[in-house]
């Protein structure tokens, strides 16, 4: 017999009837299911509160394609990136970035991603797979163990900005942050909680009939059509009018806040006229931020970041024009960690120094 059913992907009720029907009590249902999320097991021979028998049982019936760590790196500014691999042996990475008060982790939602962002090294990729919602939550549950480990602190923000398109992923992203915030799992609230997407209209849609309670940003990246659409090849299909129509939906179901994200890229979306664009769709949706970001150069790509001096004028000129806007500096840039770098870079270095 064919051994494929995950046991993570059973419910509690699912696995209180299995837990039942091998003649055990119930409260052992409620232990396993305790190892399964709470604390984080990987094998299932960690359940050492399990007798042997029923181990035996469950490896007999259910596999536990728990992400192993493949390697760590520790950048000099103390952000932590983690490779991951999948049971299926595929690569993917998560970051912890602590800052003064907070421990961010950043987790991915894909092995790579089909949407070729012209200046995004994940993009460079390809898609090799969607990563299920167990394999997130690991993400999350082991860069909280490393939070603790290392700084003595739960983590107390995710946003999903590694790897890949939540908005492809859909479901599993949904149900990872249903366990991240259930009392069952990491109990965090979604409030804490970041989805970031390069802009998929009738997936921005969704989040808002479904009535989620985390916050959404938007990869904008340029305010004019063709200038978006130059950069981010999803542009042609889901233009800034469909995205904002898409967002206007999402806030009136869900009230919840909305970030403009804008990578300012050197001669081509950084002039005056740029950040008029950008101001009109500010205006257009109830935008809480704009996070303007610097580009984090990667070798496929010859975009370049523009100086601090047209930097700080593009950030002037929007702040005048009472946007409020913040500038956010790169993190783990000396381990490939900061936003786009994620390309499982770096892999056979570290390896070779371990
Ligand atoms: N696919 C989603 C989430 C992952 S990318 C999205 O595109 O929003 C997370 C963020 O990193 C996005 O805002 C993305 O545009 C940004 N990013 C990608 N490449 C970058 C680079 N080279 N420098 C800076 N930010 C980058
Ligand atoms: Fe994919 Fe986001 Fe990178 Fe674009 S920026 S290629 S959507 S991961």
């Known amino acids: 017999m064919a051994l494929t059913k995950n046991i993570r992907s059973l419910s509690k009720e699912e696995l209180t009837e299995w837990v039942l029907s091998k003649g055990e009590k119930k409260y052992r249902a409620a232990q396993i299911w305790e190892w399964l999320w709470k604390k984080h097991a990987r094998h299932f021979d960690e359940m050492t509160s399990i007798s042997k028998e029923l181990r035996d049982l469950m490896k007999g019936e259910f596999t536990f394609p728990a992400l192993s760590i493949h390697t760590i790196q520790h950048s000099s500014d103390g952000t932590i990136k983690v490779a991951f691999k999948t049971a299926d042996d595929n690569i ?7 800052t003064d008060g907070r421990q961010t982790a950043c987790v991915s939602s894909q ?48 946003v999903y900005m590694g790897m890949g398109e939540p908005m492809l992923n859909y479901r599993n992203v949904l149900k990872s942050i249903e366990m991240v ?21 009738k997936m921005i849609k969704r989040l808002g009939d479904d009535e989620v309670r985390f916050h959404l940003a ?35 179901k869900t009230g919840n806040d909305i970030t403009y994200e804008y990578i300012l890229f050197k001669n081509l979306n ?14 257009r949706v109830p935008v809480r931020l704009v996070n303007l970001i610097e ?60």
């Open 295 to 354: 580009y984090n150069p990667i070798d496929q790509a010859d975009f370049e970041k523009p100086d601090r001096e047209k930097t700080q004028k593009f950030m002037d000129y929007l702040a005048a024009h009472r946007v409020n806007v913040r500038l956010r500096l790169s993190r783990g840039k000396d381990i490939d960690a900061a936003c786009g770098q994620l390309a499982n870079k770096g892999l056979e270095k570290s390896e070779a120094g371990h």
């Open 218 to 252: 938007l990869s904008l990246h340029a305010a004019s059509d063709d200038k978006r659409s130059r950069i981010m090849p999803i542009n042609d299909s889901n233009n800034i009018e469909s995205l904002m129509d898409a967002l206007e939906y999402f806030y009136e």
């Open 181 to 201: 915030t259930s009392n069952d799992g990491l109990a965090m609230s979604p409030r804490r909680i970041t989805v970031s997407t390069s802009g998929i209209a």
């Open 92 to 98: 993917m990475e998560g970051v912890l970035i602590p």
């Open 111 to 158: 092995v790579g991603c089909s949407l070729g962002c012209k200046f995004c090294a994940t993009g460079f990729m390809g898609h090799m797979r969607n990563l299920t919602f167990d394999e997130i939550y690991d993400q999350a549950a082991t860069l909280n163990e490393i939070a603790l480990e290392h700084y003595g602190k739960k983590l107390s923000n995710i």
């Open 270 to 283: 950084d002039s005056i006229q740029d950040a008029d664009n950008l101001i009109k769709l500010y205006r």
